[in-house]
């Protein structure tokens, strides 16, 4: 998955859109002049190839009433949403294994894994 492929926020509707067609989704809040954004967003682009999850960037500057909504008060913030649902929320210093193992969960429920 390439940088390009991330969908860029630009409305609410357009969020809300997206929301309601996707089954899982990840949402990336970030600021422009913010280093450890810039640093994290390609990992988490990198780690989420070979997923079937689209990630979406939202900025809080230019979208403040979604990240009030999504009680999103730093970045970067990472909001994984599962069938409408919040599954994980990491801000600040991500813990990408704990990004790693919700998307395998994640998959793992789609293909019918689960060891529930």
């Known amino acids: 998955m390439s940088m390009e492929s991330a969908v860029i926020i630009e409305t609410k509707e357009h969020l ?8 899982q989704v990840i949402l990336y809040f970030s600021s422009v002049d913010c280093n450890v954004c810039q640093a ?47 599954i994980l929320r990491e801000s600040r210093f991500i813990d990408f294994l704990k990004v790693e193992r919700t998307l395998n969960f994640i998959k793992s429920v789609q293909t019918g894994q689960s060891e529930e």
Do not use: D
């Open 40 to 86: 994290v967003f390609p990992k988490l682009m990198s780690l989420a190839e070979g997923y079937p999850i689209k990630v979406i960037k939202i900025s809080v500057a230019e979208q403040t009433e979604i990240a009030g909504q999504s009680s999103v008060f730093t970045v970067p913030t990472i909001l994984i949403f599962y069938e409408g649902r919040e």
């Open 16 to 23: 809300e859109q997206l929301m309601a067609e996707e089954k």
